[in-house]
Every structure is written in C-alpha cells, then in structure tokens.
C-alpha cells in the first residue's frame, strides 16, 4: 500500500511543473495573441503573467494538500462480502441480549428469549413490559458420606439423593414494579409450595411485600442455597434461622443503595400453619422483625455468598436484626416470650468472600419455667485461586443450646474446593467436615464427606 502512494506521489511531482510550465506558455500565447488585438503598457503585461502564475502556485498547492491528506487517511476497510454481512446479522440475532432488547417471538404480542441470568432460563414479555413470565429451574445431586463415631454404638452412613430440587417461576402484572413469584419443591420427592408472594417495587426506599417466604432475619438463611459457599449453611445459622413464614414486609434501599431496612410481620408458626381454628397459633401472637444494615461501599449482594464476580472494587455490609416472638427455626415456641437477634459482617473483593454472624437468644416461658439463653456464631472465607473458576472455601461454626448447661457445646469445622464451568448455573462442589458436640462422659465426634453438582435449567 506504502509503495503505490510513493508512486502517485513521484509521478505527481514531475507531472506539476511540466503541467505549470504547459499553463504558463498557454497563457503567455494567448496574451500575445490578444497583445496584437489590443495594446497594453509593458506594466499591465507584467502584472497580468504574474497574477497567473499566483493562481496557478494556488491550485498546485491545493492539491498537494489534498495529496497529504489522503495519505493520513487510514487505509479504506475491506470490502466485506454480502454473505457475511448476512451471517453476522443472523448470528447477533440469535444471541440472548438481542431477542431481550427487540422481543423477538410473536410479533405484537409477546416476546421470547432466553436471558443469561443468574436463576431463569426462559422469559416471555410483552412488547411494552408490563406483563412478564420468568420460568427456571435449580437441581443439587450430591453424595454423602458420613463417618460416625463408633464410641456411640453409630454405623456409617453414606447415600446419594436431590438436596434441593426446585421448579419456579416469577415476573411482573400490570406495570413494571408489582411483581410476583412462585417455586415449588421436590426435595424429599414431595411436592411442596416453597414460596409464593408478591412484591411490589415503586421506589427504591419503599417497597413492600406479601406471601409466603423468608424472613429477614439472618443474612445466610436470606441469601440462596443455590449460592452458597460451601453445601449446606452452618450449624449456627440452622438453630437461629426463623426459616419462612406468611406475612409482610416493608423495606427499601435508601441512599443509593448504602443503606436497607425491613420491618416485617408474620404469623409465628413457619410451614405448619393450617388456621387458627387448628391451633397452630394457639397463644395469638405474631411475630415481629426488625432488619437494618449499612454498605459503606454501595450495594451489596448478599445473597451470593462468593465472590464469583470477582469484584473490582472493595464491598461491605455490616446488618443487625431482631425478633420478638420468633421461632426454632420453622416451629413455633409456645407460650413463651422469645427474642432473638444477630450481628453481621461481610466483605468481598478480587475473588476474597468473608462472612461472619453472631446469634443470641432468649426464651422466657409464660408459665413456671427457667429462662433458656442460647447462642452461636459461624466464620467462613472463600478465595479464587483461579479467578472465577476454582475457589477454596473454610469455615467454623460454634453453638450452645443453653448458657447455663456446660456439656452442649456444638462446633463445626468444615473445608471445601469448589469449580465454576458456568458461575453458578454450572458447578461442581467437594467439602470435608469434621463435627463435635460436648457430653458428660465424651466428645461425640462425626466426619463428613460430601460432593455436589449443580445446575439451573
């Protein structure tokens, strides 16, 4: 390309002043001609053969402009053939982000596409947004193998089963902010109803929420199962969960996402409620939740417990919350005063997730009866080694039933090696645990070994 433009620029040269020279004979031949037909000073003559030659060195040197410029001019993109203009249109056509955008499926009415989200796999919309249907799946298969302790007489157990197994769907009515959502559950191959609400999300400081699902009590209960770092959620956080529950929540994420609040009311008796008249909640008290935290460095997910993102930029959340009337875990405790709360913190950052919990609570019984404090904690880190892909994951949970009773303390120690084929849509999760609870005599002690794969369908 270099040599043809160094061959246009020479013959250019040589052809400009033999083209002047042609320019300025023709005009002095015609000024002679037109000398003979009228006379002019000597004076004239020469201003005349001047002013043309000035108009002549213009022109040349408007065109050696041009010449430079088109010589700084990058060099003209291929012709790309018809063909392949085809196959890249046809090819973008067919990429998720392009069927979201332009709703390609039924002309005028509805679109189909197939998103590349965390959790759905198909979605149908209307050309304007307002009515939407997202439909997915999630499935665990996992092996277990669980070495008991001998000292208590206990065999070893090991088995292959469907940890969690969960069909749903969810979307929006009516306008782009009511929303609602519905999975079901074959965990125990059981069909069961394991949510179902609606949400409704006009403002991003107030936005409130009715149906059966979790309470914000807890920040690694709230966060997925389907996201957490290592299989299963800690001791600790097992015995303080308030689990799910009817009811209604309030909450919002003012200030740009730096701060969250919930204050929510639920019916007190988590997935065995069947109606008052059945004595379900046969002391008529509800329960109350009381949820704040602060993210320093803007929003937080906290319901992903890694770092598969890999986060660029340092994130934090520090939560408190606080129940009065709350339950063990999905069942209610009768005719007792319960309060419970926790304390959280977590970071993440370049492939690092840290997490920690603190829990207490306390039982006072209407009736004759000692007053039960309990509490527990877990620890638990998670680092990439190979960015997004291979992360290792520790933890250390402690738990004591009661304050005032020395031999039943409960600890758990747990390491694990997680591989990403897809973030979470796709991957595969090995851990080894190491279990121990205090007796009067011994330590019970239990080892166990588990391996996960997931999908989301």
Known sequence: MHTKWKYILSSTVLFFPIYTNNILNSAFAQETAQSKEVPRSEMEDLKWQLKQMEESMQRQQEQIQALKKRLEQPPAAPVVAKEEIQHVIEDYLETDEARKKMGLALPGVTGVYTPDDEKYTLSVRSPDGKYTLNVGGRMQFRYTFKDKDEDFKESDVQDINLRRARVYFGGNVYTKFI????????DKFNINLRDFYIYVTPLEELNGKFGYFKVPFNRQFVSSGFKLLLQDRSIASDAFSQSRDYGVDIYGHPFEGHMEYHAALFQGVGGNFTGLNNGDNIDNELMYVLNLRYNPFGEYDYYDETDVKYSDKLKATIGASVVFNGKDNDKKIKNTDTIAGVVDLGVKYRGLSW?????????????DGDTVDSDGFYTQAGYFVIPKKLEVA???????????????????????LNYYFRAHRSKIQGDVGHYVTDT???DKEENRFRIQYQIIF
């Open 179 to 186: 929303h609602y959502y519905v999975e079901l559950d074959a």
């Open 355 to 367: 997490n920690n919990e603190y829990f207490v609570r306390t039982e006072n019984p209407e009736s």
């Open 394 to 416: 520790a933890r250390y949970s402690m738990l004591d039933p009661n304050n005032d009773v020395s031999d039943d303390l409960q600890k758990e120690y747990t390491a694990g």
């Open 440 to 442: 009067k005599t011994e």
